[in-house]
Nanobody
Framework: QVQLVESGGGLVQAGGSLRLSCAASGSIFNINTMAWYRQTPGKQRELVAFITSSGSTTYADSVKGRFTISRDNAKNTVYLQMNSLKPDDTAVYYC?????????WGQGTQVTVSS
């Protein structure tokens, strides 16, 4: 089993920055993909960014140039640096880990961007 614990959400003004962290514990394989998703009420959960264990990254078009995903493999932790935040970025952000055939989710952390 794998547990994911997110931190770093909160309230910020438009144009501000936040950094999310997600620490994974349990049976972590060397090869995996970690990602951040977000969800607003009434909408499907959407991918924000993901990073492979080798460091390759992919971003949603809506966050390119503003968000940066990174990871510390020694700590089994993934980060999401969010800059130039917009009110449209308001959502619950979820950490995700995929390895082999398994898919794990964190409990989510609220990010609210005020205009």
């Amino acid at each position: 089993q794998v547990q994911l614990v997110e931190s770093g959400g909160g309230l910020v003004q438009a144009g501000g920055s936040l950094r999310l962290s997600c620490a994974a514990s349990g049976s972590i394989f060397n090869i995996n993909t970690m990602a951040w998703y977000r969800q607003t009420p009434g909408k499907q959960r959407e991918l924000v960014a993901f990073i492979t264990s080798s460091g390759s990254t992919t971003y949603a078009d809506s966050v390119k140039g503003r968000f940066t995903i990174s990871r510390d493999n020694a700590k089994n932790t993934v980060y999401l640096q969010m800059n130039s935040l917009k009110p449209d970025d308001t959502a619950v952000y979820y950490c995700n880990l995929r390895q082999w055939r398994d898919n794990y989710w964190g409990q989510g952390t609220q990010v609210t961007v005020s205009s």
